[in-house]
């Protein structure tokens, strides 16, 4: 069975920073990976997708890297600002039409 | 990017009831949809499959009796949370599988219940 943990569980920096937002899969077949963020009381908004076969995707200041052998992947933010703060979620795909699990998600604060 | 609705967005209702919740992808056609419930300050976990035409597949746990899931349409799907206690009260979250390209899910905005 698929798990998924995501490192670490709160963060908060201060505006400005650059910051790297963890996340691990125990199995390593999977079809892709998806970060999402959630504000609070709100549904999922997707960031970046990653097929299995790419490293990386980038979108302004967000990149998102995967080590499909490792179990790995990594959220890149950078120049946070206030308005980053939110959860942000990795989540694994193991089939074309399977559903996703997800990690716990990090909580982020971005201070000004 | 494709757009996926539900409502209500929150409700609020007496232990006993019955709640439908509402899932729509409003510029796409969606044979498989997918429910999910989420506690305060938790991930998303999955509940169960929707499947157009044929009977939703449910997640170990979750009780097909009492989350009655229909989904008539290829773009709509329902989640009716039968006799509710005050322990279903969570945000429930619904996505829709695109048809085509790499499968992306998207996801509604989510519903708030609360069961008095």
């Known amino acids: 069975k698929q798990e998924v943990t995501q490192i670490p569980a709160a963060l908060s920096v201060p505006e400005g920073e650059n910051l790297v937002l963890n996340c691990s899969f125990t199995?390593?077949?999977?079809?892709?990976l998806q970060w999402f963020r959630q504000d609070p009381g709100k549904g999922l908004t997707s960031l970046l997708l990653?097929?299995?076969?790419?490293r990386e995707q980038t979108s302004g200041r967000l990149n998102a890297s995967l080590d499909k052998s490792s179990g790995r992947s990594t959220l890149y933010i950078a120049a946070s600002q206030p308005g980053d703060s939110a959860t942000y979620l990795c989540?694994?795909?193991?089939?074309?039409?399977?559903?996703?699990?997800f990690g716990g998600g990090t909580r982020l604060m971005v201070k000004p | 990017g494709a757009v996926v609705s539900q409502h209500p967005s929150w409700v609020i209702c007496k232990s006993g009831t019955s709640v439908k919740i509402e899932c729509r992808s409003l510029?796409?056609?969606?044979?498989?949809m997918f429910w999910y419930r989420q506690f305060p300050k938790q991930s998303l976990m999955l509940m169960a499959t929707?499947?157009?035409?044929?009977?939703?597949?449910?997640e170990q746990g979750v009780e097909k009796d009492k989350f009655l899931i229909n989904h008539a349409s290829l773009t709509l799907s329902t989640l009716t949370v039968t006799s509710a206690h005050p322990e279903d009260s969570s945000f429930y979250i619904c996505?829709?599988?695109?048809?085509?390209?790499?499968?992306?899910?998207?996801f509604g905005p989510g519903t708030r219940l609360t069961v008095l």
């Open positions: 996505s829709a599988r695109a048809p085509a390209g790499d499968n992306e899910q998207f």
């Open positions: 199995d390593s077949a999977i079809y892709n």
């Open positions: 990653i097929q299995s076969s790419q």
């Open positions: 989540a694994v795909k193991k089939n074309a039409g399977n559903m996703l699990t």
């Open positions: 510029d796409f056609q969606a044979t498989t």
């Open positions: 929707s499947n157009e035409g044929s009977k939703a597949t449910y």
